[in-house]
């Protein structure tokens, strides 16, 4: 089974920085589709950041390009999500997700397998 963990999340001011951390078993050996996604008080859960095609392409949100970087790894089984300028609207709760299969899309329905989510606060 997938065993998901995150950490990393916390309360910033706009403009600072928070690295995002997740335990992730399946990336050794495998090349499924994995990413962040986040979600915030009445909104819809969102696609951030994935990665895949053995860690070598990536995806992101329009919102976030240029600012959050995904990584990954498969020595220490971890994936990243460096956020940078944060800002206000990019508070939520952030989710590592695995889709659980070889295609990869930004939709959250896709996604198999969840964390249990990590905070992110970001303070105008």
């Known amino acids: 089974q997938v065993q998901l963990v995150e950490s990393g999340g916390g309360s910033v001011q706009a403009g600072g920085s928070l690295r995002l951390s997740c335990a992730a078993p399946?990336?050794?050996?495998?090349?499924?589709?994995m990413g962040w996604l986040r979600q915030a008080p009445g909104k819809e859960r969102e696609g951030v950041a994935l990665?895949?095609?053995?860690?070598?392409?990536?995806y992101y949100a329009d919102s976030v390009k240029g600012r959050f970087t995904i990584s990954q790894d498969t020595g220490k089984n971890t994936l990243y999500l460096q956020m940078n300028s944060l800002k206000p609207e990019d508070t939520a709760m952030y989710y590592c997700?695995?889709?659980?299969?070889?295609?990869?899309?930004?939709?959250?329905?896709?996604?198999?397998?969840w964390g249990q989510g990590t905070q992110v606060t970001v303070s105008s």
């Open positions: 997700a695995d889709r659980g299969g070889f295609y990869c899309t930004p939709d959250a329905a896709t996604f198999s397998y």
């Open positions: 399946r990336l050794t050996g495998r090349s499924y589709c």
């Open positions: 990665i895949f095609g053995g860690g070598g392409r990536t």
